[in-house]
């Protein structure tokens, strides 16, 4: 990916972004600044907006969601701790930006959308670069994806009161799950280790998500 030709000034400008907002905020992991390089985040945001996809910045997706900042992406992609063999699930597909990142990493990514237009946007976009290794569904993540886990890693795209327990009984022995957990306002992105024993809990960094909303979520209003 990407799949035929493309204007090059989009080419330029994910060059920069891989450069100065990656590189030169510490983002060392190859396979995750490889996928970054690749992946036409110009193609996930409103053609009005596509001239701001590489900026530092978020953007607006329609229906009060957004493309999260590409620094936190990549944050949240390294987090994981990714190998080439793994599934991962993705709770949050919004645009589908993060979830291309990842199926250019891993063998299969598994993401959830609860916002209808959202889930079939993305689903269309995946078809269309020919990602063929994303499995997409319309329901409460909040709740994982039983039939399919238990999962290498989980990434949460949207803050929560907490961490569901479901969704750590879905890791794999081994498995990370990232998540931003806090108030609607702020959150603290959370990196839980499943080991032999039991659960390991560390604080990566502070962090604004829209809010998760769903049965281990917030309520929606
Ligand atoms: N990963 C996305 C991307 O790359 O564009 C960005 C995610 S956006 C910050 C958060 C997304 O989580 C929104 O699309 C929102 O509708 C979705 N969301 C919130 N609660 C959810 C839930 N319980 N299940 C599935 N999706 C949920």
């Known amino acids: 990916m990407p799949s035929g030709r493309e204007p090059e000034k989009f080419i330029r400008w994910r060059k920069a972004m891989v450069t100065d907002q990656l590189q030169g905020r510490g983002i060392r992991d190859a396979a995750v600044l490889a996928a970054m390089g ?3 985040r110009h193609l996930f945001v409103s053609e009005a907006l ?6 530092d910045y978020p953007l607006p997706i329609g229906y009060q969601q957004t493309i999260s900042q590409p620094q936190i992406v990549a944050e949240m992609t390294q987090a994981l701790g990714l190998l080439p063999g793994d599934r991962v699930l993705e709770i949050g597909t919004g645009s589908g930006y993060q979830a291309a990142v990842l199926a250019e990493i891993v063998f299969r990514v598994y ?3 609860r916002l209808q237009p959202l889930y079939m946007q993305a689903r269309k976009l995946f078809d269309r670069l020919k990602y063929h290794n994303i499995v997409t569904r319309y329901s409460d993540g909040s709740t994982g994806w039983k039939p399919e886990s238990p999962f290498d890693a989980v990434l949460v795209t949207a803050g929560g009161p907490s961490v569901p327990e479901v969704l750590l009984s879905q890791l794999a022995v081994g498995g990370r799950l990232v998540m931003p957990v806090g108030t609607a306002q ?20 502070a962090c604004r998500f829209v809010k998760l909303i769903g049965e281990h979520g917030w309520r929606d209003e």
């Open 38 to 40: 690749a992946v036409p």
């Open 50 to 55: 596509m001239d701001q996809a590489y900026g």
């Open 186 to 205: 702020s959150q603290d992105l959370l990196r839980i280790t499943r080991t032999e024993e039991g659960f390991e809990q560390e604080t990566l960094c």
């Open 111 to 113: 993401t959830i959308e």
